[in-house]
């Protein structure tokens, strides 16, 4: 494991999202922070790659924090952007493209084929990063989008439940109590 690369991948995360360009601010990062750490769980669940399935879980979102405007597109042009990042770390060029299809395919919102375990680790991490991120959801709901108790509540519920019902059906199976313990404490 590569374990330099993951530790300069973080930093190199952070220091993005703490630039007053990235429109999304820190909670971006915690939300990575959140897809890595259930990836690293993923891929040994799954028997994965660890190593392939963490560094595409640092570059997921390297696009949309670095520039807005590649936000729609940011599957795409991340996995542009881990190629040159990943090759200036020397890193090998067979695992490059095993990085670059994780990052492809990684948004629940695109209807995209899945391939491999790593890429469907990746995808399922970053749906479900979302029940780790629960104080980022209620303040998008009740500060940023200044809602009402019962719709903020409405809103991080069906938010949630999309979530869900993107990943696959192992992962489901994996997350089910999740699930309900997040309902349960939203009421």
């Not at 690293?40 to 595409?56: H, N, P």
């Not at 990684?106 to 469907?120: A, M, Q, T, W, Y």
């Not at 809602?147 to 992962?171: C, D, P, T, W, Y």
Request: glycine letters at 6%; one cysteine or more; proline letters at 1%.
């Amino acid at each position: 494991m590569r374990d330099d690369i993951l530790k300069n991948l973080q930093q190199e995360i952070y220091d993005r999202c703490q630039k007053e360009t990235n429109k999304f601010g820190m909670g971006c990062y915690y939300h990575i922070a959140a897809v890595v750490k259930n990836a690293e769980i993923l891929a040994e669940e799954y028997g994965a790659d660890k190593e392939i399935v963490m560094i595409a879980a640092w570059l997921h979102d390297i696009a949309s924090i670095t520039d807005y405007s590649l936000y729609e597109l940011h599957h795409i042009h991340g996995a542009e952007m881990a190629y040159t990042i990943l090759k200036d770390y020397g890193y090998d060029d067979k695992k490059i493209s095993l990085v670059q299809k994780c990052i492809k395919n990684h948004r629940g919102s695109v209807n995209l084929e899945r391939n491999s375990i790593e890429e469907l680790c990746v995808a399922d991490a970053d749906a479900i990063s979302h029940f780790d991120s629960l104080p980022g959801l209620l303040y998008l709901a009740y500060v940023q989008k200044g809602m009402e108790i019962e719709n903020g509540k409405e809103f991080v519920k069906n938010k949630l439940l999309r979530s869900f019902q993107k990943l696959s059906a192992r992962s489901k199976k994996h997350y089910q109590n999740k699930l309900e313990n997040v309902m349960e404490v939203l009421g």
